[in-house]
């Protein structure tokens, strides 16, 4: 039977799993240790496995991820963890030159095994500097791979895939899903007796047939809200498909969507101006324009920098009520 | 006669040279010089684009620390990174192609001057962005201690590299975690065109003196010799395999040419005069000539056999680099990712790559 567990456990499970695997697997973060983790995704790992496989780090994120991108080269796999993601960019040096660039200008001889995760939401009224979301400013850099779970099921599967990868994977969490639960087989049930879930296939996390709502991370709950309004008080069939993984990206379950419903809108926490969502409709435009019956929306957070007003901060970022008041746009 | 002493030369580790060793050491300075006297003329001849770092005048400093070198200690370092790269046994015509942009360079034509790597011969770069690598050099540290082997990282650096913010998380994170890295600052006087007093604050012991914030040892001394780096080297590379910690070296050195070739005031934010003297009182090649020929190992004649071979064969590399094929459009896409590259289940997985 599949358990009922959070988001976070989850992630722990994964971790706690890939420590077991790889002897190489090594965690390094900000408290990760013996404080059990800022937000607890490592509560009891130090106690299991002890100081060589979990190191706290110093505030000094440019210092130990570029340690951790240093270490893969050699061939450590370092899962280091971010206490925010708005704290990659302090350490943007070391992600965006060093981790993604490092295999190209070597022609091919050295690869970086790392994965860097941490939660990458706003909505918490900590104000801009806490609040980033930056999968669509890492995901524009070829070399490197974005990954972003909404379930727990995902999460876990994600993160164990990512691990394994030969590649940097960002791994970007929310710390608002961190205690929401969801279904997650055990590993007795599986076939192969562990829980991976490919990088690059996105999933259809409800079946619809009038409007496709296509989203990443906690967007994806914002659209199965809306999914139910729009089926309970207007009649509209809203297929929700969730990328899980934003690069390497999955197209083809994107258009079989669209193809289908012949309605699009991307929903997501991600600032509009370059945002995921417009990759993603531009590439419905190119790819499926005789199949749209309307034109392709984008909902995003609010286009001015994380407010700290707690009311306020609810505005800012995309509710069930306006992704469907803009599905209702069009038919 | 008296054999004249030279300092450091009674050091363990060069009183164990052997001849044929101390002459080796003479003609791998020498091909660095020449190589890279060959891609100056290559770039004034519109063979090479963007930028070059020439290290003519350091070479001391590369050959010195890297002589020292065993199986398991690795080296990285910046921009001005074809000494070292020749140092670590990488050949002139594989470094060369990668400054024409050719396919048989040793990044494939896609890393440039900046960018050279050979991870078989424990050499990881190569890094454009200053004290980029910084962090980098203590994570192979950190791998080295991780995987239980006895060896370390010569991380080279420029003096400029000193006040990046990067240098300083490394140091404290390498005497927190008694990595086994040797930071060697390679104090040419300049970052690009502006002098060392003009750029750092620093103790009056000088640049090297900083690591005392961070409980790391230290040692800053003159870079014409062989035998000091040599011995000073040893010193703080023992103490990375005997005690797994951190060392801060600054070595004194001079690049005769500018930040890079396209550096236009390389001759104004130093004067001709200084210049000069270097090359003629400070030149790492001339001392080390002169000590061999002092101890009886070198004469004039084989000096000049030496100089001919590297002229040679830098003029050969040039010649390689010029006949070899650029990279095939197709191979804009190669290198980008592990797994595409490997065709695993991963590498095939979704879209990788995003144009047109």
């Known amino acids: 039977m599949p358990r009922e567990i959070t988001y976070r456990e989850a992630l722990k499970e994964a971790l706690d799993e890939e420590l077991a695997h790889d002897e190489n697997v090594v965690i390094i973060g900000e408290e990760v240790a013996e404080y059990n983790g800022a937000y607890k995704v490592t509560e009891g790992l130090w106690k299991k496995w002890g100081s060589k496989r979990l190191i706290d780090a110093p505030i000094s994120e440019a210092g130990f991820i570029g340690i951790g991108i240093g270490a893969s080269m050699l061939g450590v796999r370092p899962v280091m963890e971010l206490m925010f993601y708005s704290f990659a960019y302090v350490a943007f040096d070391q992600m965006m030159n060093n981790a993604a660039a490092v295999r190209y200008m070597s022609g091919g001889l050295i690869h970086c095994p790392i994965v860097v995760r941490g939660p990458a939401n706003g909505g918490t009224n900590v104000g801009a500097t806490h609040s980033h979301t930056p999968e669509n400013i890492f995901a524009n850099m070829p070399g490197l791979k974005v990954v972003s779970p909404s379930h727990p099921i995902d999460a876990k599967g994600l993160l164990k895939s990512a691990i394994r990868d030969n590649d940097p994977v960002y791994f970007m969490e929310s710390t608002v899903l961190y205690g ?14 562990e829980l991976l879930i490919p990088l690059g296939k996105a999933d259809v996390k409800r079946e619809g047939t009038d409007i496709s709502l296509i989203a990443h991370g906690r967007a994806v709950l914002t659209c199965l809200a809306a999914a139910e309004i729009l089926e309970s008080q207007h009649q509209i069939s809203a297929e929700v498909v969730d990328l899980r993984s934003i690069r390497p990206l999955d197209e083809e379950t994107i258009m079989a969507s669209v ?73 | 006669m008296a054999k004249k002493s030279v300092p450091y030369s009674d050091a363990p580790i060069n009183a164990s040279l052997s001849s044929d060793e101390k002459i080796e050491l003479l003609r791998t300075m020498v091909r660095i010089r020449r190589f890279e006297q060959a891609a100056l003329k290559a770039y004034n001849e519109n063979n090479i684009g963007g930028f070059l770092h020439l290290y003519i005048g350091q070479e001391s400093v590369a050959v010195g620390g890297i002589s020292l070198l065993g199986e398991n200690d690795h080296v990285i370092t910046a921009y001005r990174d074809h000494g070292h790269a020749l140092a670590v046994g990488m050949g002139m015509n594989e470094c060369m192609a990668e400054l024409y942009g050719k396919k048989t360079g040793c990044s494939k034509g896609k890393g440039g001057s900046m960018h050279y790597f050979a ?47 990067s240098y300083h998380e490394a140091l404290n994170l390498a005497s927190l975690w008694e990595l086994p890295v040797v930071y060697i600052i390679e104090n040419n006087g300049y970052s690009m065109g502006t002098s060392q007093v003009r750029s750092s604050a620093h103790p009056e012991g000088g640049l090297a003196a900083r690591a005392d914030a961070y409980e790391i040892a230290w040692d800053k001394f003159d870079g014409v010799s062989l035998y000091e780096i040599r011995a000073k080297v040893q010193t703080a590379i023992d103490r990375a395999h005997k005690e797994s910690k951190p060392s801060v070296l600054e070595i004194l050195t ?87 590259d490997n065709r695993t289940a991963s590498g095939t997985t979704g879209r990788h790559f995003f144009h047109g």
């Open chain 1, 180 to 193: 929401t639960k969801g279904l997650v087989p055990a590993n007795e049930e599986l076939e192969g007796g």
């Open chain 1, 259 to 331: 193809r289908k419903t012949h309605r699009a809108i991307y929903v997501e926490e991600n600032k509009p101006f370059c945002g995921i969502g417009a990759q993603i409709s531009s590439m419905i435009m190119e790819q499926a324009f005789d199949d749209l019956d309307a034109p392709v929306l984008r909902i995003a957070s609010a286009d001015a920098p994380a407010i700290y007003s707690p009311p306020l901060e609810k505005m800012q970022l995309p509710v069930p009520e306006e992704v469907v008041a803009r599905a209702l746009t069009l038919f």
């Open chain 2, 254 to 340: 001079y690049r005769y040419k500018g930040h890079s070739v396209a550096d236009a005031n390389a001759e104004k934010y130093r004067s001709k005069e200084e210049i000069q003297r270097y090359m003629t009182e400070h030149d790492p090649i001339e001392n080390w000539k002169a000590t061999l020929i002092g101890e009886g190992v070198l004469t004039e004649e084989n000096y000049k056999v030496i100089q001919r071979e590297a002229a040679a064969e830098a003029d050969a590399s040039a010649e390689f680099a010029r006949k070899s094929p650029f990279p095939d459009e197709s191979e804009i896409f190669d290198d980008v990712y592990w797994e595409v």
């Open chain 2, 119 to 165: 991870p078989d011969k424990n050499y990881w770069g190569g890094h454009g962005i200053v004290a980029g690598q910084t962090p980098l050099g203590a994570g192979i540290a950190f791998a080295l201690k991780y995987r239980n082997l006895t060896g370390c990282c010569l991380c080279y650096l420029g003096d400029g590299a000193i006040n990046q913010g």
